[in-house]
């Protein structure tokens, strides 16, 4: 467990500094009568707790670009639910994440990480279909409601830069996209869209 933790550090201490450098966060608003994620309040502004919103029982309803970056436009739809549980009095929460749809089903778990230091989030993802826990994590932060985080990774062969944004952060609902972008981050493909509804606490 220790070695396993110590890669986590270094993981996140070295996304963490490059994208501070190439991604600044913005200071994009959240919709109106979107209730923040819990941590952008004075009080915490540390960003220890942005993910508290996540803790609990949620339905949700996915849409999967089929082909990204290939220049597609079919999408499959998913229908399933998400647990998330809060550990390390919320330094931390674990989500398992169980979708099924035409295409066929899709389990994963995410892990969110905290980093007291740089005061950002980093976030691990794992597919039940290869057990992989994917590296490096996406790094970021929230601000007036809106999450961004990012990283670089090789898609089909190439290096590409992916982003994930949480927006539209209420008592029951969230939204939620993961995009690529094969330009640097000029332009972004959303390939992933889930919307969120809260079953309960």
């Known amino acids: 467990m220790k070695s396993l933790q110590h890669v986590f550090s270094l993981c996140v201490l070295a996304t963490a500094s490059w994208f501070v450098f190439y991604f600044p966060a913005r200071g994009a608003t959240a919709s109106d009568g979107a209730k923040p994620a819990a941590g952008n309040d004075a009080a915490q502004a540390d960003g220890k707790h942005d993910f508290d919103y996540e803790i609990g029982t949620w339905k949700i309803h996915l849409k999967k670009r089929l082909h990204p970056l290939a220049g597609s436009d079919q999408w499959a739809d998913y229908e399933g639910t998400s647990v998330t549980r809060k550990m390390w009095d919320g330094a931390a929460n674990l989500e398992e994440f169980n979708t099924e749809g035409a295409s066929g089903r899709m389990e994963g778990l995410t892990l969110r990480l905290y980093n007291p230091e740089s005061h950002q ?81």
Do not use: C
Request: aromatic residues 16%; neutral net charge.
């Open 121 to 201: 989030l980093s976030i691990f993802w794992a597919n039940k279909k290869d057990g992989i826990l994917g590296m490096p994590a996406m790094t970021g932060q929230f601000k007036n409601g809106r999450g961004e985080f990012y990283d670089q990774e090789v898609f089909e062969g190439r290096t590409i830069f992916v982003r994930f944004i949480w927006s539209d952060i209420r008592a029951n609902s969230a939204h939620f996209e993961q995009s690529f972008s094969a330009d640097g981050g000029k332009t972004w493909e959303v390939n992933w869209i889930t919307d969120q509804t809260r079953v309960k606490p």
